[in-house]
């Protein structure tokens, strides 16, 4: 049982008004997943009675629960999956063939638990031409908490269950007690600091790569365009922004360019603002 | 698509198959893996995903893992396996015969729907009128 085109449209809209959050087709599945308990927990036989009966009757709190079902993400290796692919077949390539000090630089700005940054260094190891090469990983968050977790290298059993090839957990990680530690080859990349990203940066080498996904949308316009202004002045001038499926610099910051990426895509700093950060 | 679910666990043949029911494919159930041989010699048309627990009487997962690849017809067929053994030689031993994906229980069942979209077995038939 898959979701019928008009349920899916109706919750594709409700997400989008409440949350700004973009479901594009093909996230089908995403929906019924993540709507089947609470449709039968309503008593529903299925997804689109349940969206069915949301249609009609508009209950605010029945709503509420549909978006926060929708929006509330739980941290995944190779989240999304799309960025990933990007940084492999598009992104780290040309970076290769630009970079004579075979050396990439890569700031993961909102990091959470680590899952972010290690996924980019396994996607960099993944990556033939950037055999032998350096990449100094940055990871910032705001919370300490989480810095601390992702720091320490360790998952458990249902965090590495998500989204993480098994071939790559078996490369990456060991076991520790009931848990999963990520190989000291690759923690010992990274660099964790706390950091917020509304108040000014402090001084950093410009990177090649930054990650600023699913972040942006939760600060006004005014914000929006201050952090994307300020990370344009840490970039390296042909350096790739990575934002979320639901994020963009169009009116907010024309300075970057969306330009495509494998099958996904990236931001890049337009030619013509580039001498003002180089 | 179909699917076969091979646990000795009538349980948990019910969470997976509710779970890969919902995601759009055609559950077939075996309570071992003799059990799951004599489905898919009964079937015209093979599924195209095997869940495979680890542990089980008559015959174990891996060896029916390793039946499944000895034999060209039923090659097509995806193998994950979705079991509480969960030592980094178990499952580097699974993928040496022939598992494609290894699930830990417990799981999530988001954690079994990225695992399909990992193997791209996400039902094509998404958005068709159901």
Known sequence: MTISPDAFTFVRELVRAESAIVLDPGKEYLVQSRLVSLARTAGHRDVDAFVRELSTRRNPATLRLVVEALTTNETSWFRDSDPFTALRESVFPTLAETRPHRQIRVWAAACSS??????????????????????????????????DRARSGLYSQLEVNRGLPATTLVRHFERAGLSWRISPALSSQVQFRQLNLMRPFPPMERFDVVFLRNVL????????????????????????????AAEMTMGVDDAWERVPAGSSSVYRIREEHRSCVS | ?????????????RIIGRILGDAGFEVLEAGDGQEAIDVLEAQTQLPTL?????NMPVMDGLTFVTEVRRRPEWRAITLMM???ESESDRIVRALAAGAHEYLIKPFTADAMVEKLDLLGLLPVSVGEPS
């Open chain 1, 114 to 147: 680590g899952q972010e940054p290690y996924s980019i260094l396994m996607t960099a190891q993944d990556t033939p031409e950037l055999t032998g090469w350096k990449v100094d990983m940055l990871a910032t968050d705001l919370s300490q908490e989480m810095l």
């Open chain 1, 217 to 244: 949308i939760y600060f006004d316009l005014a914000t929006k365009q201050d952090i994307l202004r300020r990370v344009r002045q840490v970039m390296a001038p042909d350096g790739h922004l990575f934002l979320g």
């Open chain 2, 1 to 13: 698509m179909r699917v076969l679910i091979v646990d000795d666990s009538r349980a948990m043949r």
């Open chain 2, 50 to 54: 095997a869940c495979v627990d680890w």
């Open chain 2, 82 to 84: 979705v079991t509480t």
